[in-house]
């Protein structure tokens, strides 16, 4: 087996799946829509168009997204029950004068040919360097579970929508969120924009919809983890390395990954002494050591780790708020 080679990162972050929250609180007969339009390269800004009908009134706007991670950066109001709007661009994230321009650029156009035709198609507005975004083929599957639904690409979870229900919302007698099948839309670079559409009954009807950005290539990492906790769990070790070692190449950060791989050294023989380094950089906050600490002190594949007779006083060095038994 080849040398085991240990990074000590004192304050390790990781990455996670992303969690988005759908709102609560809102009037029956409510529906929000959204739909993806195109992408630009030089801005890095996805636009989707959002159409929403209230029991008081509606508003269709086009938004500015980021494309990393589905940031809302800034919208434009087009138009409202009272016909074409003429408010001024509203730009919500830190001043970019590129990118407001565009917004600016494309809402004047888009408001000039809806005030000549309200039912006009905006399409040919997305000129170059606008790339329209196609539908696609949806990877995705949405899992509901107790507060929740996991969006999961067969066996990976890529992202979770928490669905509370708030107490004013259980009052009037609200029903849970239902998810429907995602629809995707696909950008660059293997993008796809991916929309989730939700909806309950609270004594009428209420439909909202997501949005977030999905890329296979950003949860590679994901699998390879989970593959290689499959191995451990069957005793493949050298199966199990092979895998973490693959996907802390992808994402060094992930914490979890560090975990199991700790795990798989201890099985493999490595002492403790030369082991310990990898959970010492996963253990610098007080929210790592309660979700990592649990399994650290119990876990089987740490047993002879806690066995050796530096154990007590190296934990004794990750103190906790709230004590784990």
Known sequence: MRTLVLLFLPALAWADTPTLTLDSGIPAGTSSERKPLAFSPALKLFLVERSDKRPNGSERTWNFYSSK????????????????????????????????????????????????????????????????????ACPLKPVKREGAVDLMAQTTRVA??????????????????QAGAPRCFAGAEGDLVVVVPFKQDCGGPVAQQLALRYNPHDVEYLKEMQLGEAALKKGDVPGAWKHLERSLELDALYAPTHVLHACAAAKSGVAFAKGRDELEGILGSEEA?????????????FARWRSDPDWPRWLAQFPTRTPIP
């Open 69 to 136: 991670d589905m940031e809302l950066l800034g919208y434009v109001t087009l138009t409202t029950e009272a016909g074409v709007s003429a408010e001024h661009v509203q730009w919500l994230a830190a001043p970019n004068a590129e990118a407001s321009s565009a917004l600016a650029d494309l809402a004047t156009k888009a408001r000039e040919k809806l005030a000549a035709n309200p039912k006009a198609p905006l399409d040919a507005l997305l000129a170059s360097p606008w790339q329209k975004l196609k539908p696609a």
């Open 160 to 177: 979770t929508i928490e669905t509370p229900q708030s107490p004013a919302d259980a009052q009037r007698g609200c029903s849970v969120p």
């Open 289 to 301: 050591r309660q979700q990592f600490l649990p399994r650290i002190k119990h876990d089987d594949c």
